[in-house]
Each structure stands twice: as C-alpha cells, then as structure tokens.
C-alpha cells in the first residue's frame, strides 16, 4: 500500500499544474489578459488609402503584424457615461498600415511639414473619426491605434459580469478614455492638411508671442496673457529629443494642463472627440494639429502643457507633450490656437 501511494504522489508530481486549474488565467500563468478565447471580428481585411498622398490604394491588412491593444471602454451616454467592457484587441497599428504612405500635402508652400496633418478614418456607414499625424508616429509607445480584427472580453475572476463583443472590426484607440472614436469597420483612411492661411517665416526674430488668442469657428473665444490661477498643474522629467536637432537636454517641464486653460471652449461631447481638433500656431507659421480627444480625453495620464517661457527666444508660451517621443509638437512663441472640425 505505501508503495502505491508513493507512485500515486510521483504521477500526480508530473502531470502539469494546468490541468488542475479552472477556467480562466489564475494558476495557468501570469497573463490575465488571456483567459477567454479571441474571437474573430466579421469585417473588411483590406483598408482604402485616399487624400493627400503620393499614391492611393489599397493596403491588405494580414499582410501585417498583428498588434495587441487591452481597454477599459467606456462611452459616453446621456450626462454621464456608459462602461461597456473590458477588452482584449488584436490588430493592425495605423502606424504599420501608413508607414510606407508618403504624404503629398495641397499647400506644401504654406508649410511643407507633415507635424499639421490629420488621418481621418471613415466608415460606409458614414461615421468618421480624426487622428493627428503625431499621435499615430511620434508617441514615446507606438502601435497604440490599431484596426482591431479579433477581441476577447477580459473578466472579473469574483464575479458572474459577462462583457459583449463587438459586431465587427473596429478602431481602437489605446490611450483615449471614452471610447467615442472607436468607429465600426472602418473602411478608408483619408489623409488631409487643413490651411490656415498663414505663411511660413523661416528664421523669423525676433520669435516670441506675449500672448496666445483661442478661435472657435474663426471668432476669438479667449486670450491667454497669464495663467488661470485655477489650471490643473503638472510636471514632467524629459530627455527632451528632437526629430531634427536630436538631444535638447534633461529638462523640467511644469505648467499647467492645456486641457485645463481650455476647460469649457468646446463641448467634450460625441462630435467633438470624434472630429475636433486645433491647430497650434507660432508667429513664423510654424503649426501643429492635436485632435480633441488627444487633449481632453486621455486615459494614460500624461497631459499637454502650456509652459511659459518668459523672455527667452521663443517666448512666452510653449506647449510641451510628453506622450511624444520627439519635440516636434512643442510649439514655441505660441500664438493662435484655432478650434476645427473635419470636413
């Protein structure tokens, strides 16, 4: 009998721990994000490349890697909002799919960088969500908007909660925190510049703006001289990298939130999050585009700032984003914020 116990305790030693767990990640590893199967998404394989492009077509999407992205969604739904589940996405990056897509922009002679362009994405339904240029290349962790083609819900262990998945393929956005861009079986990606009739003056000096005047549908809203003494703060440790220039130095940056200056110049509704953007502007025509649910729906923690600079060349205000990996979109001597919406 002991003899046959002791077997009995060497076979079960060996037999895989996995097969005793229960369903779900707990005692099979440490991934909790990968307990229900992946299930895939009914909708078009291929994306329509269209705008101002040196080439238009079609891009086969297996033809990429695959990309993984894990939300909490959220939306928007009355005065408040809606938890909907929490998810994980696999998929195709914009920035894998637009990496090869050389831009040919309308008005090249207005500005001739690509740091002012938007992808707008667009579905048969008509549904279309803005991206900036710099959110899909330039963030310090790419591969963060994704065309998601299979999803798996992530669930509570305690609980009997069951999250849907989604009908069809959809856009993902990583680091938004309402999920208002995330149209269904997005079908083209259109890639656009918006002019604004301001010329570039390269080596214009002196460069520097005392203050920075807000439009909204081309009236001013506000002028910015001074901070708002209630603005959100924040503060951000960078080795601050250019695209051009390369290394900057190890800086401090600390102002307030522009998210915060901003409160209340847009409504943070569904269009808005969905197709809003500014344009920051310096008084040498250097600009940039930052879409609305960039700068006022972030989930990741990390805010555009508006600095001040003081007298210094390329003073007074600058923006400064930290979710960039380079500073292209630290705007000096900043000027004009203008408030859009695609069209």
Known sequence: MRRFCALLAMILVSIPFALFAQPGTEGRNNDFY??????????PRAIEIAGETVETGSVDLAALELRTVIRRDAVIDGDGTRFVGAYRYDGYSLFDILRTVLPEKAAPAEFDRVI?????????????????????????????????TRAAPILPSMTDDVWPLPASTKLVFGDDLLSERSIEAPTLLRIVSRSI??????????????????????EQVMRITDFPPDAVRSSYRAVFYGRGRGFHGVIDF????????????????????????????????????????????R?????????????????RFSIYPPMDFFSDRAVKALSEIRFYAIE
Request: hydrophobic content about 40%; proline content about 6%; glycine content about 12%.
């Open 34 to 43: 990968d307990d229900r199967e992946l299930v895939e998404l009914p909708g």
């Open 116 to 148: 002012d362009l938007l992808v707008v994405a667009e579905n048969a339904r008509g549904e279309r969500a803005v991206i900036s240029w710099g959110e899909i290349f330039y963030p310090v962790v790419p591969h963060r908007i994704i065309i998601a």
């Open 197 to 218: 009739g301001v010329e570039t003056k390269k080596g214009l000096k002196p460069l520097y703006s005392d203050a920075v005047t807000v439009y909204l549908g081309g």
């Open 254 to 297: 600390e102002g307030p939130q522009l998210r915060s200056v901003l409160a209340g110049i847009v409504p943070i509704d569904r269009r808005t999050l969905r197709e809003g953007f500014l344009m920051a502007v310096a008084p040498d025509g250097y600009r940039v585009a930052i879409t609305c649910s960039e700068l006022f729906n």
């Open 299 to 315: 989930s990741d923690n990390s805010e555009f700032l508006l600095i001040d600079r003081g007298e210094e060349p390329g003073g």
